[in-house]
Structure formats: C-alpha cells, structure tokens
C-alpha cells in the first residue's frame, strides 16, 4: 500500500499496488484500491477536509484499548499513543481475560491503566473500561491498529456541537500483503469515505419506523469516542454482543440506541487509524461468520431496546429473502470473487437469530 502527498505534485501513474491513498495538507483525501476481484475502485473527498480548529473544545480524553492474548499488537499500538499531537489524559488498557501475565507486563511497561476483566466479551470489556475511564472524552481503539499521529486530536476537535455525542473516525488499512487483506479491503471495509458525515437523531427518527437506519455507516469500533454523559443517558454497550458473545455489532447498536434516545453522531475522516486485517483466509471465514452472527443478533437486540419493529422485520424477513436471492443467482451464474464466504455470511446470520432467542433478556 502507497500513500502519495498531493502537495508534492500532480497524482503519478497509477501503480501496480493494492491500494494507494492520496494526501493534501496532511489529510487523506480519497484512495485508489485494486480489487480482489479485478477492476478498480476510487473514493474521493467531495469537498476539502476541514482542519480542526485552532482552540480545541474544553475537554479531557481517555483512550481505552480492549484486547486479549496479543501482547504484540498490544505493544505496537501502545506505541503510537505518546506520538499523538493531543495527549490522552489517561490511557486505560482492558485485559480481556488473556489466558498469560503478557497484556499486563506490556500495559505496566508502557505506564497505562492496567484493569483485568475475567468475563470475556468485547462490549463487557468496553463497559468495564468506560466505568474506569475519568475524562470527559472516553476514545476507543483496537489492539491491532496504529494511530495517526492527530487521530485523537481530530476525534476531540470533532464534539465541537453540544448535540453530538459520538464520534467516529476514518480506518485504513495498515497493510494489504495477502491475498485475505485484499479480499476483507475490497469487499468488507471499514472506510466510510472521506467526507465529513453528521448522523442527525432528527433523520434517524423520519425514516426508522419504515427501515432499519443503517448504523453501521457511522463507523468502525476501531476508532470511536463518547461523551461520558451519554453512559449514563442510554446504558453500556450491550454484553450480548461482539467478539467472544455474539460476535460482532456492539459499536453499531450502540450508535443505534444513541440515536434512537435523541443524540447525533458523527463521522470524521480526518481522524486516521490503520487497521491491520486478518492476513490468513480461515481467519478472514471466521470472521466473516461473526460479523453476520452479530449483525443477525443486533438487528433482535435494537428491536427490543428500542420497541421498533423495522428490526424484527428486517432480520426475520429481509435478510432471509435477500440471501435465497444471492444463493438463487450464485446457483445461475455460477461462483463469485464476491460470495466467496457466502457458505459462511449465511450460517453465521442464522446462528446469529438463534443466539439471540437463547440469551437472557438484561433486566430494565
């Protein structure tokens, strides 16, 4: 993967790479990706990015990093942080249950927060690191990501609005080696563009008693930050979801609920991560299988938070018809670099719907 500064001149050629992302003034402005599958994609910026402005709002920020037996990519990350241009007032590390004593040697090596949580689950680990986290601000990363420079900087300067509380920010990929990154970039990836996007709770209330407003958009989990208040307005996250429960969609409920009780989201590109996907293909099945898991288990969990039945319909009917429609057509066109984990978005979506039914309902 490239990365060209268009300050320097004129865009060159395109080159023979997976991917190339295009700079100016020292923000990301659109990227120019080779598909797995053949062909190109290019995603621009519609207008300048904005720069943050010259006073950041009046806030303080922790950064919570939730992980489990990666001490590597633990140490990498953590690395990333003393570089950044707004320096986090505390750094919380949430040991999720390693099954070793490494998370904890790199997190006290690296002077952060140390906090174990024995019950594995990411939203259970997210809940107890927004319970230690003391900013005005609570940021979250992954213990595979590497930090821009500015990424906390942007994401504070972006709660310039009273109404907004939550924001996003823009994730890359950190690398595109394999043959899995490539596929996982082309098809699954967690860019949401490079254009400013503010989710308003105005719009999310006009349209989501038809359809299910698509919260998925706003962001990734690997870059997102809150408002302490809001916890204390909506809940946690809900510990029936993500990695080790459910197995994904606990960021994009959460921006759901948020939503849904009156509060605006955002999403803001010039706040950078990189991401480091999964390089192996049974990684990447696996996956796969656990996103559509979650999602299954998170449209059931929105319907019942909320009482809005777009969700229901949409996970007990719409999703249904629409995969006996792609496995329809895959039977008439034969194979597809695009369902090439078909097999596993289908059982994972199903097995999602029978988590939901056998968990306990949370009290209130």
């Known amino acids: 993967m490239h990365h060209i500064d268009l300050d320097a001149g004129d865009a060159p050629a395109a080159q023979n790479v997976a991917m190339t992302v295009f700079w100016r003034g020292g923000y990301p402005v659109g990227h120019l990706l080779r598909l797995e599958g053949g062909g190109e994609r290019r995603v621009e910026a519609s207008v300048p990015p904005a720069a943050p402005p010259a006073v950041l709002p009046p806030a303080t920020a922790s950064v919570v990093i939730c992980t489990r037996d990666r001490p590597d990519e633990l140490r990498r990350c953590l690395a990333s942080l003393p570089q950044q241009s707004f320096a986090p007032n505390e750094i919380v590390v949430v040991d999720n249950a390693s099954r070793d004593g490494r998370t904890r040697e790199v997190a006290l090596a690296a002077g952060v927060v140390y906090v174990r949580e024995d019950r594995p689950g990411l939203d259970l680990a997210r809940d107890t690191g927004a319970t230690h986290a003391t900013a ?84 990734a989990g690997a870059s997102m930050a809150f408002r302490q208040d809001v916890f204390a307005k909506v809940g946690y996250f809900d510990e029936r979801l993500d990695v080790g429960q459910a197995g994904c969609s606990g960021d994009s409920e959460f921006w759901y609920r948020l939503l849904a009780a009156g509060v605006d989201c955002r999403y803001e590109p010039t706040s950078v991560a990189f991401h480091f996907h999964r390089r192996a293909m049974d990684g990447l099945s696996h996956q796969i299988y656990s996103y559509m898991r979650g999602h299954a288990a998170a449209l059931m969990v929105q319907n019942e938070r909320t009482g809005l039945g777009c969700n229901r319909r949409q996970a007990l009917w719409v999703m249904p018809r629409w995969y006996i429609g792609r496995l329809w057509r895959r039977l008439g066109r034969g194979w597809t670099v695009e369902d090439r984990f078909l097999r596993q978005e289908v059982t994972g979506y199903f097995a999602g719907l029978l988590f939901y039914y056998r968990q306990k309902r949370p009290n209130g």
């Open 136 to 219: 005005d601000i609570i940021a979250y990363t992954d213990d595979d990501v590497l930090l821009h420079p500015r990424w906390l900087e942007h994401l504070v300067a972006a709660f310039d609005d009273p109404a907004i509380g939550a924001v996003t920010g823009l994730v890359l990929p950190g690398e595109l080696e394999t043959d899995a990154q490539r596929h996982f970039e082309s098809y699954w990836s967690f860019s949401q563009g490079y254009d400013r996007v503010d989710f308003k709770a105005g719009d999310f209330a006009a349209i989501s008693a038809e359809t299910v407003f698509p919260a998925w958009k706003v962001g």
